[in-house]
């Protein structure tokens, strides 16, 4: 008997999210209704164009449903066994999120699934939905929309899922928590059969998802910063004199942190290597952040930076380079909303208060 079909909701079909949607209907274990924004009516009348490393040139797809709002995915009492979150993780975006998403979570049947950036982004979920499964999850894929139809999927697909595991009392055992996780990344590998053979693409079930992501944020937190503080690719970052000075301090800065929180694995001499000669020096590669500042969207800051700071401020570990971009690519941000006119609602440091204007831009959430 073939596996009962799973109904997914996916918020945020971007470049990581349209991917994502694409490998779970694939695996013919899952109908997905994704929530598109302004590029709605063009999808939902020619699809997506897809030229992916992973999966090929695909012409004209759309996923099973695609609705123009959260709202309108609650419509005919549908409900769903996940939701698939790929926005950027933006804690004014999170927060209206949160409310929106109360109606699409049937109690024991729901999983939340964050493929995001960034430290500590599912506390706010954890909070709100104490009784829902939570699983969270890193990739490094390099995937773009060009245009609102058309997505650029330029490196394999290679991600790791696992239980956050906010809660272990017996409204919730841990049991039921990672087997939502194994499920999920089953119907995902099952997606990339094909892939797994043409490029390496693979989702890996993680038993310490945390530490994954103080290792992802090696790289978020000095190639992805450094490239957008300075306008340049990941390739000039390497060649160019900013290596020694900016780029292996910066990385080993994240590393310390890490270890003094307990996450010297995922942090380890090796990685460390591997993350400064994994790319050649002429990659022309752009990260994501440095494309959301090259087209007016906000930064990532918060979860890429300023959460990774905080525990060096608790743990004691000193960070002058890292403190230093930080500062620098806030009043980068600071430039983003005072272009967007309207400057006066924009908080530093303690709090982040984004704007209408520059949200509206959120059409194309990518992840390295």
């Not at 009962?4 to 349209?18: E, S």
């Not at 695909?58 to 979150?85: C, E, H, L």
């Not at 905080?310 to 000193?318: C, I, L, P």
Request: hydrophobic share 40%; net charge positive; proline share 6%.
């Amino acid at each position: 008997m073939p596996p009962k079909i799973k109904d997914i909701c996916l918020i945020g079909a971007g470049g990581v999210g349209t991917i994502a949607a694409y490998i779970l209907e694939k695996s013919q274990r899952a109908r997905v209704t994704a929530v598109l924004r302004s590029n709605y009516a063009l999808v939902k009348q020619h699809g997506f164009d897809i030229d992916s490393v992973d999966h090929g040139n695909v012409r004209n797809w759309r996923p099973y449903n695609v609705v123009s709002s959260i709202a309108s995915a609650t419509t005919n009492k549908q409900s769903y066994d996940f939701i698939v979150i790929t926005t950027k993780a933006l804690p004014d975006l999170t927060s209206s999120l949160i409310s929106d998403l109360k109606p699409l979570i049937t109690p024991q049947k729901t999983t939340l699934a964050l493929l995001q950036n960034g430290l500590a982004i599912e506390a706010p979920f954890a909070a709100a939905f104490p009784n829902t499964p939570i699983l969270s999850g890193v990739s490094m894929i390099g995937s773009r929309l060009t245009s609102p139809t058309t997505i650029f999927h330029q490196y394999p697909d290679v991600s790791k899922v696992g239980a956050y595991c906010h809660c272990v009392d017996d409204t919730l055992p841990k049991a039921t928590q990672f087997d939502a996780a194994r499920l999920f990344v089953e119907i995902y590998n099952a997606g990339l059969v094909d892939a797994k053979l043409k490029s390496g693409a693979r989702c890996v079930l993680s038993k310490n998802i945390v530490g994954a992501r103080w290792g992802k944020l090696l790289w978020n937190a000095s190639f992805n910063t450094l490239c957008t503080l300075l306008r340049i690719s990941v390739g000039d970052l390497l060649s160019g004199p900013g290596r020694n000075t900016l780029l292996e301090p910066t990385m080993r800065e994240v590393a310390a942190i890490a270890t003094a929180a307990g996450y010297e694995d995922a942090v380890s001499e090796d990685i460390v290597q591997l993350m400064l000669h994994d790319s050649p020096p002429t990659r022309s590669f752009r990260p994501s952040m440095l494309v959301d500042l090259e087209n007016g969207r906000p930064l990532e800051l918060d979860v890429i930076l300023r959460a990774a700071l905080r525990v060096a401020q608790e743990k004691g570990v000193s960070t002058p380079v890292l403190s230093q971009v930080y500062e620098l690519l806030n009043v980068v941000q600071w430039k983003l909303v005072q272009r967007a006119g309207k400057s006066s609602r924009f908080r530093f440091n303690n709090e982040f208060t984004m704007l209408a204007p520059v949200l509206a831009k959120l059409d194309a959430p990518d992840l390295d």
